[in-house]
Protein backbone atom coordinates (compact mmCIF):
# COMPACT_ATOMS: atom_id res chain seq x y z
CA UNK A 1 0.00 0.00 0.00
CA UNK A 2 1.24 3.47 -1.03
CA UNK A 3 1.91 5.85 1.84
CA UNK A 4 2.26 9.57 1.46
CA UNK A 5 6.21 10.49 1.41
CA UNK A 6 5.47 13.27 3.98
CA UNK A 7 4.67 11.01 6.52
CA UNK A 8 8.57 9.68 6.74
CA UNK A 9 10.62 11.81 4.80
CA UNK A 10 12.97 14.18 6.52
CA UNK A 11 16.44 14.81 5.70
CA UNK A 12 18.66 13.59 8.76
CA UNK A 13 18.92 16.64 11.38
CA UNK A 14 21.39 17.84 13.35
CA UNK A 15 24.87 18.41 12.78
CA UNK A 16 26.32 14.87 13.64
CA UNK A 17 28.45 12.64 11.31
CA UNK A 18 25.46 11.46 9.72
CA UNK A 19 23.50 14.89 9.77
CA UNK A 20 22.18 16.18 6.07
CA UNK A 21 23.89 19.43 7.59
CA UNK A 22 27.41 17.98 7.26
CA UNK A 23 26.59 15.49 4.58
CA UNK A 24 24.95 18.00 1.55
CA UNK A 25 28.13 18.95 -0.23
CA UNK A 26 26.53 17.85 -3.39
CA UNK A 27 23.63 19.94 -3.17
CA UNK A 28 25.54 22.88 -2.23
CA UNK A 29 27.34 22.71 -5.31
CA UNK A 30 24.49 22.68 -7.39
CA UNK A 31 23.43 25.91 -5.89
CA UNK A 32 26.31 27.25 -6.92
CA UNK A 33 26.68 25.80 -9.88
CA UNK A 34 23.35 27.45 -10.96
CA UNK A 35 23.95 30.56 -9.28
CA UNK A 36 24.32 32.50 -12.60
CA UNK A 37 20.92 31.40 -13.80
CA UNK A 38 19.47 32.40 -10.28
CA UNK A 39 21.42 35.42 -10.94
CA UNK A 40 19.72 36.53 -13.96
CA UNK A 41 16.23 35.34 -13.47
CA UNK A 42 15.91 37.83 -9.79
CA UNK A 43 17.20 40.70 -11.71
CA UNK A 44 14.91 40.36 -14.41
CA UNK A 45 11.88 40.21 -12.02
CA UNK A 46 13.18 42.92 -9.72
CA UNK A 47 14.10 45.38 -12.58
CA UNK A 48 10.74 44.70 -14.61
CA UNK A 49 8.32 45.24 -11.09
CA UNK A 50 10.57 47.33 -9.13
CA UNK A 51 8.69 46.16 -6.07
CA UNK A 52 8.24 47.72 -2.84
CA UNK A 53 7.63 44.32 -1.23
CA UNK A 54 8.47 40.79 -2.35
CA UNK A 55 8.04 37.15 -1.72
CA UNK A 56 10.45 34.79 -2.17
CA UNK A 57 10.10 31.16 -1.34
CA UNK A 58 12.39 28.23 -0.95
CA UNK A 59 11.15 25.06 -1.93
CA UNK A 60 12.99 22.33 -0.13
CA UNK A 61 14.97 24.00 1.82
CA UNK A 62 16.31 20.87 4.62
CA UNK A 63 18.22 21.77 7.16
CA UNK A 64 22.17 23.12 7.40
CA UNK A 65 24.44 25.63 5.78
CA UNK A 66 23.00 25.50 2.42
CA UNK A 67 19.45 26.78 3.83
CA UNK A 68 20.40 30.33 3.69
CA UNK A 69 22.77 30.22 0.32
CA UNK A 70 19.59 31.65 -1.64
CA UNK A 71 18.60 33.74 0.71
CA UNK A 72 22.21 35.24 0.51
CA UNK A 73 22.06 35.56 -2.90
CA UNK A 74 18.72 37.13 -3.45
CA UNK A 75 19.88 39.79 -0.57
CA UNK A 76 22.76 40.44 -2.74
CA UNK A 77 21.13 40.92 -6.09
CA UNK A 78 18.53 43.10 -5.62
CA UNK A 79 21.07 44.96 -3.53
CA UNK A 80 23.24 46.01 -6.05
CA UNK A 81 20.40 46.29 -8.30
CA UNK A 82 18.08 48.81 -6.31
CA UNK A 83 21.17 50.47 -5.71
CA UNK A 84 22.28 50.83 -9.32
CA UNK A 85 18.87 52.07 -9.95
CA UNK A 86 18.64 54.29 -7.20
CA UNK A 87 15.52 52.76 -5.77
CA UNK A 88 14.40 52.75 -2.14
CA UNK A 89 15.13 48.77 -0.59
CA UNK A 90 12.62 46.85 -0.83
CA UNK A 91 11.33 44.47 2.04
CA UNK A 92 11.70 41.15 1.66
CA UNK A 93 9.99 38.30 2.85
CA UNK A 94 11.62 34.89 2.64
CA UNK A 95 9.77 31.55 3.05
CA UNK A 96 11.46 28.32 3.31
CA UNK A 97 9.22 25.21 2.85
CA UNK A 98 10.05 21.52 3.18
CA UNK A 99 7.63 18.73 4.83
CA UNK A 100 6.86 19.02 8.92
CA UNK A 101 9.94 16.40 9.49
CA UNK A 102 12.24 18.63 8.15
CA UNK A 103 14.37 20.01 11.28
CA UNK A 104 13.46 23.37 11.32
CA UNK A 105 15.01 23.92 15.08
CA UNK A 106 18.05 23.69 13.28
CA UNK A 107 17.13 25.77 10.74
CA UNK A 108 15.81 29.03 13.00
CA UNK A 109 18.44 28.26 16.03
CA UNK A 110 20.88 29.00 12.78
CA UNK A 111 19.22 31.95 11.98
CA UNK A 112 20.73 34.67 14.53
CA UNK A 113 24.24 33.62 13.55
CA UNK A 114 23.24 34.19 9.98
CA UNK A 115 21.74 37.58 10.47
CA UNK A 116 24.66 38.53 12.29
CA UNK A 117 27.34 37.56 10.30
CA UNK A 118 24.98 39.60 7.32
CA UNK A 119 24.69 42.36 9.32
CA UNK A 120 28.56 42.37 9.57
CA UNK A 121 29.49 41.99 5.94
CA UNK A 122 26.48 44.37 4.61
CA UNK A 123 26.04 46.99 7.01
CA UNK A 124 23.84 49.44 6.06
CA UNK A 125 23.61 48.36 2.80
CA UNK A 126 21.72 45.09 3.77
CA UNK A 127 18.36 45.22 2.38
CA UNK A 128 15.48 44.80 5.12
CA UNK A 129 13.92 41.20 5.10
CA UNK A 130 12.75 38.45 7.25
CA UNK A 131 13.08 34.92 7.34
CA UNK A 132 9.67 32.52 8.46
CA UNK A 133 9.70 28.76 8.07
CA UNK A 134 6.52 27.23 5.63
CA UNK A 135 6.10 23.80 6.77
CA UNK A 136 4.14 21.56 4.04
CA UNK A 137 4.34 19.55 0.62
CA UNK A 138 4.74 21.46 -2.34
CA UNK A 139 2.34 18.96 -4.36
CA UNK A 140 -0.60 21.51 -3.60
CA UNK A 141 -1.08 24.81 -2.71
CA UNK A 142 0.94 26.42 0.42
CA UNK A 143 0.37 30.19 -0.37
CA UNK A 144 -2.65 32.35 -1.28
CA UNK A 145 -3.36 33.43 -4.97
CA UNK A 146 -1.14 36.21 -6.56
CA UNK A 147 1.16 36.86 -3.39
CA UNK A 148 4.80 35.06 -4.62
CA UNK A 149 6.79 36.75 -6.89
CA UNK A 150 9.87 34.19 -6.73
CA UNK A 151 9.93 30.37 -6.17
CA UNK A 152 13.18 28.65 -5.72
CA UNK A 153 13.90 24.82 -5.70
CA UNK A 154 17.18 23.09 -5.53
CA UNK A 155 17.07 19.00 -5.78
CA UNK A 156 14.05 18.33 -4.23
CA UNK A 157 11.36 18.24 -7.22
CA UNK A 158 12.56 14.76 -7.50
CA UNK A 159 10.93 13.43 -4.89
CA UNK A 160 7.33 11.62 -5.05
CA UNK A 161 4.40 12.88 -3.30
CA UNK A 162 4.13 8.99 -2.27
CA UNK A 163 5.61 5.41 -3.26
CA UNK A 164 3.85 4.87 -7.51
CA UNK A 165 0.57 2.45 -7.19
CA UNK A 166 0.96 -0.15 -9.16
CA UNK A 167 4.00 -1.98 -7.88
CA UNK A 168 2.32 -5.38 -7.23
CA UNK A 169 -0.07 -7.79 -9.73
CA UNK A 170 -3.61 -7.85 -8.92
CA UNK A 171 -2.86 -10.63 -6.56
CA UNK A 172 -0.49 -8.73 -4.04
CA UNK A 173 2.86 -10.03 -5.39
CA UNK A 174 5.72 -7.08 -5.40
CA UNK A 175 6.79 -6.72 -9.42
CA UNK A 176 9.87 -5.06 -8.67
CA UNK A 177 11.39 -7.94 -6.26
CA UNK A 178 15.11 -7.34 -5.26
CA UNK A 179 15.03 -3.76 -6.41
CA UNK A 180 14.12 -0.36 -4.89
CA UNK A 181 13.98 1.63 -7.70
CA UNK A 182 14.02 1.63 -11.55
CA UNK A 183 16.60 -1.27 -12.55
CA UNK A 184 17.06 -2.90 -16.06
CA UNK A 185 14.93 -6.70 -15.02
CA UNK A 186 12.04 -4.20 -13.69
CA UNK A 187 8.88 -4.89 -15.59
CA UNK A 188 7.45 -2.58 -18.07
CA UNK A 189 4.36 -2.14 -15.44
CA UNK A 190 7.00 -0.67 -12.52
CA UNK A 191 8.53 2.05 -15.18
CA UNK A 192 5.16 3.30 -16.19
CA UNK A 193 4.12 3.29 -12.68
CA UNK A 194 7.21 5.71 -11.13
CA UNK A 195 6.69 7.59 -14.83
CA UNK A 196 2.45 8.16 -14.30
CA UNK A 197 3.67 9.00 -10.83
CA UNK A 198 5.66 11.51 -11.61
CA UNK A 199 3.75 13.43 -14.33
CA UNK A 200 0.70 13.29 -11.74
CA UNK A 201 3.01 14.66 -9.29
CA UNK A 202 4.76 17.35 -11.47
CA UNK A 203 1.57 18.78 -12.70
CA UNK A 204 -0.22 19.39 -9.41
CA UNK A 205 3.28 21.28 -8.62
CA UNK A 206 2.84 23.69 -11.57
CA UNK A 207 -0.83 23.89 -11.13
CA UNK A 208 -0.26 25.01 -7.43
CA UNK A 209 2.45 27.79 -7.95
CA UNK A 210 1.13 29.28 -10.86
CA UNK A 211 -1.98 30.30 -9.15
CA UNK A 212 0.15 31.44 -6.59
CA UNK A 213 2.18 33.39 -8.57
CA UNK A 214 2.08 36.90 -8.66
CA UNK A 215 1.82 38.38 -12.34
CA UNK A 216 5.24 38.87 -13.61
CA UNK A 217 6.72 36.09 -11.18
CA UNK A 218 8.69 33.38 -11.70
CA UNK A 219 10.66 30.07 -10.83
CA UNK A 220 14.17 28.70 -11.01
CA UNK A 221 13.94 24.89 -10.48
CA UNK A 222 16.60 22.51 -10.18
CA UNK A 223 16.29 18.40 -10.53
CA UNK A 224 18.38 15.70 -9.99
CA UNK A 225 17.83 13.75 -13.06
CA UNK A 226 19.28 11.87 -16.02
CA UNK A 227 20.66 12.03 -19.46
CA UNK A 228 19.56 8.64 -21.16
CA UNK A 229 16.10 8.32 -22.84
CA UNK A 230 14.74 5.34 -20.50
CA UNK A 231 14.87 5.31 -16.74
CA UNK A 232 17.16 2.26 -16.09
CA UNK A 233 19.85 2.98 -17.95
CA UNK A 234 20.17 6.13 -15.89
CA UNK A 235 23.12 6.82 -13.97
CA UNK A 236 20.88 6.99 -10.49
CA UNK A 237 19.41 3.43 -11.67
CA UNK A 238 23.40 2.05 -10.72
CA UNK A 239 23.68 4.26 -7.17
CA UNK A 240 20.46 3.06 -6.28
CA UNK A 241 20.88 -0.27 -7.73
CA UNK A 242 24.13 -1.00 -5.32
CA UNK A 243 22.22 0.23 -2.24
CA UNK A 244 19.76 -2.60 -3.10
CA UNK A 245 22.72 -4.84 -3.31
CA UNK A 246 23.86 -4.04 -0.13
CA UNK A 247 19.74 -4.84 1.02
CA UNK A 248 19.72 -8.11 -0.79
CA UNK A 249 23.23 -9.25 0.95
CA UNK A 250 21.47 -8.44 4.23
CA UNK A 251 18.35 -11.07 3.00
CA UNK A 252 20.88 -13.62 2.12
CA UNK A 253 22.64 -13.55 5.37
CA UNK A 254 19.46 -13.73 7.30
CA UNK A 255 19.70 -9.74 8.84
CA UNK A 256 16.49 -8.83 7.05
CA UNK A 257 13.50 -10.67 5.21
CA UNK A 258 13.29 -10.69 1.49
CA UNK A 259 9.78 -9.46 2.20
CA UNK A 260 11.40 -6.26 3.24
CA UNK A 261 13.29 -5.76 0.20
CA UNK A 262 10.75 -6.54 -2.27
CA UNK A 263 8.08 -4.55 -0.70
CA UNK A 264 10.74 -1.30 -0.50
CA UNK A 265 10.21 1.21 -3.62
CA UNK A 266 12.00 4.61 -3.29
CA UNK A 267 9.11 7.50 -3.70
CA UNK A 268 11.77 9.24 -6.18
CA UNK A 269 12.11 9.70 -9.90
CA UNK A 270 14.55 11.27 -11.81
CA UNK A 271 13.57 12.50 -14.68
CA UNK A 272 15.19 13.45 -18.17
CA UNK A 273 14.56 16.65 -19.21
CA UNK A 274 12.71 15.49 -22.45
CA UNK A 275 10.10 14.16 -19.42
CA UNK A 276 10.41 17.35 -17.50
CA UNK A 277 9.70 19.75 -20.50
CA UNK A 278 6.79 17.46 -21.26
CA UNK A 279 4.69 18.40 -18.70
CA UNK A 280 5.04 21.94 -18.52
CA UNK A 281 4.03 21.93 -22.16
CA UNK A 282 0.97 19.54 -21.77
CA UNK A 283 0.31 22.27 -18.37
CA UNK A 284 0.42 25.04 -20.52
CA UNK A 285 0.85 27.72 -18.06
CA UNK A 286 4.46 28.60 -18.16
CA UNK A 287 6.95 29.60 -20.45
CA UNK A 288 10.37 27.88 -19.98
CA UNK A 289 13.34 30.21 -20.87
CA UNK A 290 16.01 28.18 -20.62
CA UNK A 291 16.75 24.84 -19.88
CA UNK A 292 20.27 23.26 -19.47
CA UNK A 293 21.77 20.02 -18.30
CA UNK A 294 25.33 19.60 -15.73
CA UNK A 295 27.25 16.95 -14.32
CA UNK A 296 28.36 16.17 -10.59
CA UNK A 297 30.30 13.43 -9.51
CA UNK A 298 29.41 10.95 -7.03
CA UNK A 299 31.34 11.78 -4.17
CA UNK A 300 30.59 15.38 -3.40
CA UNK A 301 34.25 16.28 -2.34
CA UNK A 302 35.61 15.11 -5.46
CA UNK A 303 35.95 18.25 -8.25
CA UNK A 304 38.03 16.60 -10.55
CA UNK A 305 36.60 16.66 -14.04
CA UNK A 306 38.66 13.20 -14.91
CA UNK A 307 36.25 11.17 -16.17
CA UNK A 308 38.05 7.82 -15.64
CA UNK A 309 39.96 7.56 -12.98
CA UNK A 310 39.97 7.56 -9.39
CA UNK A 311 42.54 7.64 -7.15
CA UNK A 312 41.02 7.10 -3.79
CA UNK A 313 37.93 4.95 -3.91
CA UNK A 314 37.51 3.93 -0.51
CA UNK A 315 36.80 7.28 1.07
CA UNK A 316 34.80 8.40 -2.09
CA UNK A 317 32.71 5.40 -1.20
CA UNK A 318 32.79 6.32 2.54
CA UNK A 319 31.82 10.34 0.97
CA UNK A 320 29.13 8.85 -0.96
CA UNK A 321 27.12 6.82 1.43
CA UNK A 322 27.30 9.24 3.99
CA UNK A 323 25.58 11.44 1.41
CA UNK A 324 22.96 8.86 0.87
CA UNK A 325 22.11 7.80 4.02
CA UNK A 326 21.94 12.05 5.04
CA UNK A 327 18.55 12.07 2.52
CA UNK A 328 17.44 8.19 2.46
CA UNK A 329 18.08 7.44 6.38
CA UNK A 330 14.56 8.28 7.46
CA UNK A 331 12.65 6.23 4.81
CA UNK A 332 14.91 2.92 5.35
CA UNK A 333 14.31 3.25 9.12
CA UNK A 334 10.75 3.52 8.62
CA UNK A 335 10.71 0.33 6.47
CA UNK A 336 12.95 -2.20 8.10
CA UNK A 337 13.77 -0.11 11.17
CA UNK A 338 16.82 1.54 12.20
CA UNK A 339 18.77 -1.34 13.83
CA UNK A 340 20.21 -2.14 10.18
CA UNK A 341 21.63 1.51 9.38
CA UNK A 342 25.43 1.22 10.07
CA UNK A 343 25.67 -2.32 8.58
CA UNK A 344 23.80 -1.20 5.35
CA UNK A 345 25.44 1.98 4.57
CA UNK A 346 28.94 0.22 6.05
CA UNK A 347 28.37 -2.08 2.69
CA UNK A 348 27.02 0.35 0.41
CA UNK A 349 30.25 2.38 1.13
CA UNK A 350 32.43 -0.91 -0.15
CA UNK A 351 29.75 -1.66 -2.95
CA UNK A 352 30.13 1.91 -4.43
CA UNK A 353 34.07 2.16 -3.60
CA UNK A 354 34.64 -1.38 -6.27
CA UNK A 355 32.00 0.31 -8.50
CA UNK A 356 34.12 3.23 -8.74
CA UNK A 357 37.57 1.44 -9.52
CA UNK A 358 35.47 0.04 -12.37
CA UNK A 359 33.75 3.54 -13.70
CA UNK A 360 33.53 7.02 -12.36
CA UNK A 361 29.49 7.91 -12.71
CA UNK A 362 28.16 11.33 -12.88
CA UNK A 363 24.39 12.12 -11.94
CA UNK A 364 23.25 14.64 -13.89
CA UNK A 365 21.51 18.00 -13.20
CA UNK A 366 18.40 19.60 -14.98
CA UNK A 367 18.25 23.79 -14.67
CA UNK A 368 15.01 25.32 -15.49
CA UNK A 369 15.10 28.76 -15.51
CA UNK A 370 12.55 31.63 -16.41
CA UNK A 371 9.35 29.57 -15.74
CA UNK A 372 7.01 32.29 -15.64
CA UNK A 373 3.30 32.09 -15.42
CA UNK A 374 1.90 33.18 -18.96
CA UNK A 375 0.46 36.59 -18.61
CA UNK A 376 -2.72 36.85 -20.77
CA UNK A 377 -3.73 33.50 -18.80
CA UNK A 378 -2.95 35.08 -15.08
CA UNK A 379 -4.76 37.96 -15.59
CA UNK A 380 -8.05 35.95 -16.03
CA UNK A 381 -7.45 33.96 -12.55
Known sequence: MAFKVEQALHMVGGAGETSYATNSRIQEKAI???????????????????????????????????????????????????????QKPPEIQFFLNDLPGNDFNNVFRSLERYEKMM???????????????????????????????????????????????????????????????????????????????????FSTFLKSRYVELSIGGGMVLTFLGRKSEHPASGELSYLYGLLAEALNAMVSQGIISEDKVDTFNLPFYGASMQEVKAVIHDEGVFDLEQAQTFESNWDPFDDTDDDDNVFDNVPNGKNVAKSIRAVFESLIAHHFGDAILDELFSRYAEKVARHLLIEKTTPCGLELSGCQARQALKRQT
Open 32 to 86: YRTKPILETAIAELYGKLLPERMVVVDLGCSSGPNTFLVVSEVLGIVGDLRRRLE
Open 119 to 201: EEEKGDLLVPHYVVGAPGSFYGRLFPCNTVHFFHSSYSLMWLSQVPQGLESEQGVPLNKGNIYIAENSPPQVVKAYQEQHRRD
